[in-house]
């Protein structure tokens, strides 16, 4: 048999995709994520006010004119919340995508070489020992609030997990015997690593970063609401649930919008992760 014979057939079920037998919680959760992110893109033409323009009408309840109401400055929440999502959709996307790039950079030579792969564990053991607020409160130490210092959290929380899925899948395949038959045919270490190991993560590193997103959501949620994160005026879902929070009294149902887009979004990722999962087996 040919190493590309042997290779096909070693990957012939990772490469199948979910297909029919997809639960319905999973096409729930595909049609939910695709619905936020269609809104947070569509944001400007979604929201019928500007986010931080302010009004007389303070505290107003949900009405036809203001969906979600207005809070204590009169800006409509609703609009505030549609840009709060572009945020947070924003810093889950540029901060997990930074974490999965910086795992694969991170795995590839930990896979090649022993001794680099002893120093990368054990830093990632000393960053995994670290809630994931601890770190992002460090970074906003360092760099300052804002959603820079979101995404770099994200970065830094994520990038071992992503690192550690991408080099145990390699592993698993290092001595599989397509391998083993492309390393007697002459073909070099890089090419190896890059073109025959690398693929074989693909999937799990797929299912790690939608855990990694519902992660970010939390993370921004977290941060902004204590004020470390993205700071009023400027709209995210955390620092509107925190606004928001402080008229219950007036109306319990001014955190009822971030609060249920927050909840969407992390149950919707999760959800979607477990299907990936469940689709690779």
Known sequence: MTTVTLRRAANRDRLRLPGTSTSWQVRIAVAVVALLVTAG?????????????????????????????????????????????????????????????????????????AAVDAVVQRVSDVLLAFPSLILAVAMAVVLGTGEGSITAAVVLSQAPLCGRVVRDAMLAHKDREYILAARLSGVRPARLLLRHLLPTAFDPLTVQLALSLSTAVFLEGGMSFVGIG????????????????????????FAAGPLIVIVLLVLGFNTLADGLNRGRR
């Open 230 to 253: 993205v700071l009023p005026p400027a709209p995210s879902l955390g620092n509107i649930l925190q606004e928001s929070v402080q008229h219950l009294d007036a109306d319990p149902l």
């Open 41 to 113: 893109a569509l944001g400007p033409l979604i929201a019928p006010y500007d986010p931080t323009a302010q009004s007389s009408q303070v505290l107003d309840g949900a009405g036809i004119h203001h969906l979600l109401g207005t809070d204590d400055l009169g800006r409509d929440v609703f609009s505030r919340v549609v840009y709060g999502l572009r945020v947070d959709l924003m810093v889950g996307v540029l901060g997990v995508g930074g974490a999965g790039v910086a795992g694969v950079l991170l795995a590839l030579p930990a896979v090649r070489w």
